[in-house]
């Protein structure tokens, strides 16, 4: 008499049982291989897919508990400071305008960029307005030429405190009241809006409609 036995084994299956020992042990339960592979893609999406050049502007910063965003790199504060100055440069030359342009020495002090602001300081600035100054005592030179002397000696001499506002609320609302006094006084000399654009004033008139608009820009982000 034979007696054959069969002996049915189950498979193991280990993931389940180190699950079940880490929950009777009081420790959360690994998470499935699904979800990892989710969290993965997840972060790989929150990473930029193009590497920002050095100097890009960043779309948004924060300033307190405000977003302050820039809709590109072309309104950065140095790329409007350069086109301020632009601008009062052309108003020094400019014939077809009324405006008092003494203003323009300490407007373009306050807004000129950096990089010219060091120029002017530096030795080179300095012999170059000691050479006009010399050429101005000795000789006639126009009178619209006067003016960027003036500009340059005014920065060089100008103590800290004052060259501090540069970039500053004081100093971007100073900047304004002094374009906003400018603009009043042009466009009423010239016998209104459609006048201003005239052939002998429409270059003086977009020079004061850009330090216009770029001191408003500067000074927004500055609240």
Known sequence: MSISLRLALPTARPVPLLRSRARNAGCPPAPPASALRTDALRGCASLPLKPQPLGAVRPCR???????????????????????????????????TGIHKPFLVPLFALQAPSSV???????????????????????????????????????????????????????????????AYLAFQHFTRTGGIGKAFDQGSIIATVAIICITVVNVILLLPLF
């Open 62 to 96: 924060r300033r307190g508990s405000a977003a302050v965003c820039h809709a590109s790199a072309y309104l950065s504060p140095p790329t409007m400071q350069w086109v301020s100055a632009a601008a009062a440069a052309v108003l020094f030359l400019a014939k077809g």
């Open 117 to 179: 602001i060091s120029w002017i300081k530096s030795e080179y600035g300095l012999w170059t307005a000691f050479l006009a100054l010399l050429v101005r005592l000795f000789f006639s030179v126009p009178g619209e030429l006067e003016l960027p002397l003036s500009t340059m000696l005014l920065v060089s001499v100008a103590p800290y405190q004052v060259m501090n506002l540069r970039g500053t609320q004081g100093g971007a609302i100073v900047s304004l009241a002094l374009t």
